[in-house]
């Protein structure tokens, strides 16, 4: 079992193994690359080394991470949700985060990576084992909050779930957005049809109704909508309401929804055919037309850009080059889906991040979305438009 502090373990969708290792080796070359199942690899740090509490590992592949305390073994939860305090040992925690391994390739048999409710299970198991509660926040009970709250500071109590009976325990302080979900992963769930309607309006995750729906859909047309909704909080693009935004590759049309939910014009542009129930929103517009085939000034007025084609990142990046350092357009920010035919083109990330920044994109940021498969998100703002949000 690792020493107290000497091991940090980071979790990571099941194939992106390899990718996390190459980023730990070129950012952290002190890091010694440990012990690994599918999704969960762990690293010695080097010794008489402090790190921050809230260490940002900068890594595009790594969904969590944690300083590793140990872990419990057994075959009653309710006996290891004690066991979990003892290797915390009376340190500070205000919340407890629980989530389990990915199980599979995204994708897989249609596996998502996801807060199973064996993790709220566990939650409620260890915080009902607490020795001191007085010392969680008073919402502790709820492990996942509205994605707007960050309470950034706040120590956290890691439990993931390796495998049945073996949880590993760590800990961190939240320092950005993604390390105040559990496991780097939001709660979405894919909106019911409201009663009798067949339609349904955007919650957030967190069910804070909000007012942004314009008009009803009837359910999400395709999963590039959790994509896109996590992209959104992942990033926190300051992207108006009524923002113009041209998406490029929007068939069948999940992503779209999730942005004129949110009360944006949209430009869809794909030579496949969009959904019905996207094309017939009165802010929705289609080109049914291949990017290269859309005239520049079809672009003047967009100032926000969205593009996930199923193509290589070299063809999406050649196709957004095109656009955005036409003289004549202001694209403010963007989210752009890379996908990997294969793996290798991970090692690949620095370069396209730095020739995305070449075009006048002072903030560039990329992460594997939970709801990414073998792609990546990058996000890209203008400096003017700059705001303190955009960190992972
Ligand atoms: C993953 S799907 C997009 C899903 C979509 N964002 C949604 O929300 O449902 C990829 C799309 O890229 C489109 N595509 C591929 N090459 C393209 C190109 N050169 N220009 C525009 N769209 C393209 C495909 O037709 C396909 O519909």
Excluded at 217 to 242: C, H, N, Q, T, Y
Aim: some cysteine; glycine content about 8%; proline content about 8%.
């Amino acid at each position: 079992m690792p020493d107290s502090h000497a091991f940090i373990f980071i979790t990571c969708q099941i194939g992106a193994e390899r990718a996390v290792k190459g980023e730990i080796a070129r950012r952290r070359p002190d890091f010694r690359f440990s012990y690994s199942r599918p999704g969960f690899l762990t690293f010695k740090l080097p010794e008489n080394v402090a790190f921050a509490e809230d260490l940002d590992l900068e890594s595009v592949f790594a969904r969590a991470h944690s300083f590793s305390l140990g872990k419990v073994q057994g075959g009653d939860p309710a006996e290891m949700a004690k066991k979990v305090w003892e290797v915390f040992g009376g340190r500070e925690a205000k919340r407890v985060h629980v989530w389990p391994r990915d199980a599979a390739e995204p994708g897989r048999h249609g596996y998502e990576p996801s807060l199973a409710p064996e993790a709220f299970d566990i939650h409620r198991k260890i915080l009902a084992a607490c020795p001191n509660p007085a010392m969680l926040a008073k919402d502790a009970v709820q492990m996942c909050r509205p994605s707007s709250r960050t309470d950034r500071g706040e120590a956290i109590l890691d439990c993931v779930l390796v495998a049945p009976g073996e949880w590993w325990i760590g800990r961190h302080r939240v320092g950005s957005i993604t390390s105040s979900w559990p496991g780097g992963m939001l709660n979405l769930e894919w909106p019911a049809l409201e009663k009798g309607t067949g339609t349904f309006c955007r919650n957030g995750p967190k069910g804070a109704a909000h007012k942004m729906c314009l008009s009803p859909f009837p359910g999400p047309v395709s999963r590039a909508w959790l994509k896109m909704e996590e992209a959104l909080e992942w990033s926190r693009l300051p992207i108006p309401r009524d923002a113009r935004v041209a998406e490029i590759g929007s068939a069948p049309g999940g992503a779209s929804q999730a942005l004129l939910a949110r009360g944006c014009y949209v430009l869809g542009i794909d030579p496949a055919e969009m959904d019905p129930a996207v094309l017939a929103h009165p802010r929705f517009t289609h080109l049914r037309r291949r990017s290269t085939q859309v005239r520049r000034r079809e672009f003047r007025k967009i100032r926000w850009l969205a593009v996930d084609m199923n193509v290589a990142p070299s063809y999406t990046l050649d196709a957004v080059e095109e656009i955005v350092t036409h003289p004549e357009i202001g694209v403010r920010g963007m989210i752009l889906t890379l996908k990997f035919p294969d793996w290798s083109l991970a090692d690949e990330v620095p370069e396209y991040l730095a020739r995305i920044k070449s075009w006048g994109y002072n903030l560039v940021r990329a992460r594997q979305l939970q709801h990414n498969r073998r792609e990546i998100c990058v996000a890209a703002l203008q400096k003017p438009f700059y705001r303190k949000t955009l960190r992972d």
